[in-house]
């Protein structure tokens, strides 16, 4: 007959301590975030790098605002985002940059004012160059036209403005200087022409602004992230922030 196994022991001075009764003890090996045998390793949530311009606002909330000017307007650097509150005139913030005309992507995510759209409210969001015109930018109109700058030539198209609304601007201009909008994933006609530029009085910069011509005061808009890579991103990319994870 075979001898029975000694009955294995805990607590004592040459033994692991027992484990509390009625408590599971997970080895590493068995964790489901572990690379061990019985689980696997939680996946990284991927996003794309943003090689030339990379803003999510994270920890802008001291002067110097992460290297951001504000210009006009009641505006606030929260830390995790900007409120701009234009009144009756403008808010504009800029930050120095110097960003190629041709063969790049724009992203931003911002929320409209909070209050009906009406043809006096503006949003515009881009590049400009040394001169203070826009060179790949757009400008979104609260009567629901819009224009953009493709390498420096205008377009103009439709959008559906709405109180409160959170939107993703994804703006591209391939190598031969066409342009593609994307708002929300749904694709932007454009056609060319638009009214004159009016230059900005700061040069080489990426710029967003709030502009209510004249309106009555309402709630401020709210800009999330800015983003400017190399080449032609499809419009469901997610970009890095510079912690070099995805948007929260």
Sequence with gaps: MKKKPARKVC????????????R???????????????GRAAAKPSCTPANLFTECFRGCNNVPNCGWNIVIGTVVFTGENVTLDPGSGAAVIYKTFVGPQLNTTLQVRFREIDAPP???????MGALDAA????????LVGD?????????????????????????????????????????GAQIALVLGGPPQIPAPFGNAMAFSVINFGGPPSSPAVLFD???????????????????????
């Design 24 to 38: 599971f003890i997970m080895g590493p090996a068995r964790s489901p975030w572990s690379y061990g045998r019985g």
């Design 132 to 139: 203070g015109l826009a060179i790949n930018a757009v400008q």
């Design 118 to 124: 009406l043809p006096t409210f503006f949003y515009g």
């Design 144 to 184: 629901g036209t819009l224009h953009v700058l493709a390498a420096g030539v205008q377009y103009s198209g439709v959008w559906t403005p709405q109180a409160g609304a959170t939107h993703t601007v994804h703006f591209t201009v391939d190598g031969a200087g066409a342009p593609n909008l994307f708002i929300d």
């Design 11 to 22: 607590g004592t001075p040459k033994t692991p301590p027992c484990p509390a009764k009625g």
């Design 226 to 248: 800015m983003f400017e890579a190399t080449g032609v991103f499809p419009p469901g990319t997610s970009f890095c922030c510079p912690s070099g994870l995805p948007l929260a």
